[in-house]
C-alpha cells in the first residue's frame, strides 16, 4: 500500500531518554493476532520448513510504518489469509529485532514491508506485493505456493520467448518489483525488463496482459524514461481506466507520472488528467477498497490538479472533499492497525490540501491513542516547519525522538534530527554535536548497526556532518565526532563484516 506519505527526513530530540528505552521491546502491536508467527531465530525457522517440507513465509516490517500497519489489518486479519497460513511457516521480522538489519541485508529486503515465499529447500519463490487489494493478494500467494518454478526463472523463460501457463504470467505480472532488490533484475534494468515482458506476454488472458503493460509504462514514467510510443501508451492507460478497479493500485500510486509522461502540457495534458480524475473519483469512493487506499486516490487527485502547477491552488470543492473525507475517515475506522495507515494518510492529505490546523488536530488527537506516536509527531514537524515555525518544528522533532522505539527505529529517528537540526539551527554547534555523539553512543550498543537500513542512517548521519563541518568551519567538532566513530570502531571483533564499514565511515568523517 504505497500512501503519499511525509518524507523520513526528519526527527528530532535531545538524548534525555535512559539508555534501556533504545532497546525496549515493540510493543503488542508488533504481532498480527491468530497466526503462528515464528520469531528471532531465521535460520531455525528456514530448518523447520526443510524439515516438514514447507514453504517459508518471510514477513519483514516495523511497528510504526504505515504501509505495515495497513497490510496487518486487510489481509493478515482475514481468515482465509490466517487458513492458509498452516501450508507454510510464517515468519515475522522486525526491523528493531535482534540481528534483523543483518538478515535484512542477508535476504535483500529493505523496504517496509516487504514479503517473500521461500521454498522447503531456501530458494526464493516470489515476492508479494504488499500494496494491491487482499484478494489479488491472496491469488498471488496461492500461486506462489503451487509454482513449479520460482519467478527468476519463469521470467528468463518469458523473456526467451518459451510457453508459459496462464499462472505463471499472472505471478510475473503481480510481482513485487518494488521490492525486488536486485533480486532477478539489476534496479536500474526494471523499467527495460518489464518493457520486454509486456512486449512478450500473450494477448490471453487479456487482464494479466494489460497489467503487465501497465506496470510496464509506469515503471518507465517513474524513471522518467522518455516512452517511445507515445499512442500505444495512451491506448493502455485508456483501457486501465475503463476499468480502474482492476489495477486500482497502480492507477492510485503512478497517475501523475505516467500523465505527465504520455502528454504535453497544455490541452493535451489537460485532458488526460481529466479521464485520470474521474476514474480516481470512483475509486476514492469505492467501498471495496481500503479506506487508506481510498485517500490515495483522492492524493492522486490532487497530485493531478497541481502536475503542471506544484504551488498552484486548489479547487475549492477539492479542498472541501479532502477535508470531508478525513473526518469521515477517521471517525470509520476503529481497527489500531488501520488507523496507523489512516490517520497519516489523512493527514498529509490535509497538509497537502493547505489545511494545516486541521492536520495539526487531528495528529494531536491521535497521538494518545497510536502504538506509534512518533511517527505523527514528523507530520506535526513538517507542519510546523512549513509554517516557518522552525522552532515548534524543532520541538515536535525531540519529542519524536524521545518517543522513538526500538533500536533500529532510534537511529533512523536520530539521524534524520539530526538533519533537521543541521538544516533548522546549522549555528546550535551544541545541539548536533550532542545529537551526533547520542547517535554514534547507540550505534555502539546496536547489533547489526552497521548492516541494511542501520548502515544507511549512519551513512546519511556522516554525510550531513561533513556538509555543516564545511559550511560552518567545525573541524574540531567532525574531529571528536570521528573519534568517538573509531572507539565504536575499534570495539567490534576482528572479521567481523561491520568492523570494516564502521571504518570507512569514521574515515570519511574526517576527509
Not at 124 to 133: A, K, Y
Not at 208 to 214: G, I, V
Amino acid at each position: 500500500m504505497k500512501l503519499t506519505l511525509i518524507s523520513l527526513a526528519f526527527v528530532a530530540a535531545s538524548l534525555a531518554l535512559p539508555a534501556e528505552a533504545a532497546s525496549a521491546p515493540a510493543d503488542g502491536h508488533a504481532l498480527p493476532p491468530g497466526i503462528a508467527w515464528l520469531q528471532g531465530d531465521v535460520p531455525a525457522a528456514f530448518a523447520k520448513a526443510k524439515s516438514e517440507n514447507k514453504p517459508l513465509f518471510l514477513y519483514w516490517g516495523a511497528v510504526w510504518c504505515p504501509p505495515c500497519n495497513q497490510v496487518k489489518a486487510t489481509i493478515f486479519n482475514r481468515q482465509d489469509f490466517i487458513a492458509r497460513t498452516r501450508q507454510f511457516v510464517p515468519v515475522y521480522l522486525d526491523g528493531d529485532s535482534p540481528d534483523a538489519q543483518k538478515l535484512g541485508s542477508e535476504f535483500k529486503v529493505r523496504g517496509y514491508p516487504t514479503m517473500i515465499l521461500f521454498r522447503p529447500d531456501g530458494a526464493e519463490i516470489t515476492r508479494l506485493p504488499g500494496e494491491v487489494d487482499p484478494e489479488r493478494y491472496l491469488r498471488t500467494l496461492e500461486l506462489g505456493l503451487a509454482a513449479a518454478r520460482p519467478v527468476k526463472v519463469l521470467l528468463q523463460s518469458a523473456l526467451a520467448g518459451d510457453a508459459l501457463a496462464d499462472g505463471d504470467w499472472q505471478l510475473l505480472a503481480d510481482y513485487s518489483w518494488d521490492t525486488d532488490q536486485a533480486q532477478i533484475v539489476p534496479e536500474k534494468q526494471v523499467a527495460a525488463t518489464l518493457a520486454r515482458l509486456a512486449d512478450k506476454a500473450p494477448a490471453q488472458p487479456t487482464a494479466t496482459a494489460l497489467r503487465l503493460k501497465l506496470k510496464a509504462l509506469a515503471a518507465a514514467a517513474s524513471e522518467e524514461t522518455p516512452v517511445t510510443d507515445r499512442a500505444q501508451g495512451l491506448a493502455i492507460a485508456r483501457a486501465a481506466l475503463a476499468q480502474p478497479r482492476v489495477n486500482a493500485d497502480i492507477l492510485i500510486n503512478s497517475a501523475a507520472d505516467i500523465v505527465k509522461a504520455l502528454s504535453a502540457e497544455g490541452p493535451e495534458r489537460l485532458a488526460l488528467a481529466a479521464q485520470w480524475d474521474a476514474a480516481l473519483d470512483k475509486l476514492a469512493v469505492d467501498a471495496g477498497l481500503s479506506t487508506a487506499d481510498r485517500l490515495g486516490a483522492l492524493s492522486s487527485r490532487l497530485a493531478l490538479a497541481r502536475l503542471d502547477q506544484p504551488k498552484g491552488e486548489l479547487p475549492r470543492a477539492l479542498r472541501e472533499e479532502v477535508k470531508q473525507r478525513v473526518a469521515a475517515a477517521d471517525k470509520a475506522t476503529g481497527n489500531p492497525y488501520e488507523r496507523q495507515a489512516v490517520i497519516t494518510a489523512g493527514a498529509d492529505l490535509l497538509t497537502q490540501a493547505s489545511w494545516l490546523d486541521e492536520s495539526d488536530a487531528l495528529l494531536k488527537a491521535e497521538l494518545g491513542r497510536s502504538h506509534a506516536p512518533y511517527y505523527h509527531m514528523l507530520i506535526l514537524a513538517s507542519n510546523a516547519k512549513q509554517r516557518g515555525d522552525k522552532a515548534g518544528a524543532l520541538d515536535w522533532y525531540r519529542q519524536a525522538y524521545e518517543a522513538a522505539n526500538g533500536p533500529a527505529t532510534r537511529l533512523q529517528w536520530g539521524v534524520s534530527y539530526l538533519s533537521g537540526a543541521i538544516e533548522l539551527a546549522p549555528g546550535d554547534e551544541k545541539r548536533i554535536e550532542s545529537t551526533a555523539s547520542a547517535i554514534f553512543k547507540e550505534a555502539g550498543s546496536t547489533p547489526s548497526a552497521f548492516y541494511e537500513r542501520n548502515r544507511r542512517s549512519l551513512e546519511k548521519a556522516v554525510n550531513r556532518l561533513k556538509a555543516w563541518g564545511r559550511q560552518q568551519q567545525q573541524e574540531a567538532a567532525l574531529a571528536r565526532l570521528a573519534g568517538q566513530l573509531e572507539e565504536v570502531c575499534g570495539k567490534l571483533p576482528v572479521g567481523d563484516p561491520q568492523k570494516p564499514v564502521c571504518e570507512g565511515l569514521a574515515q570519511s568523517a574526517r576527509s
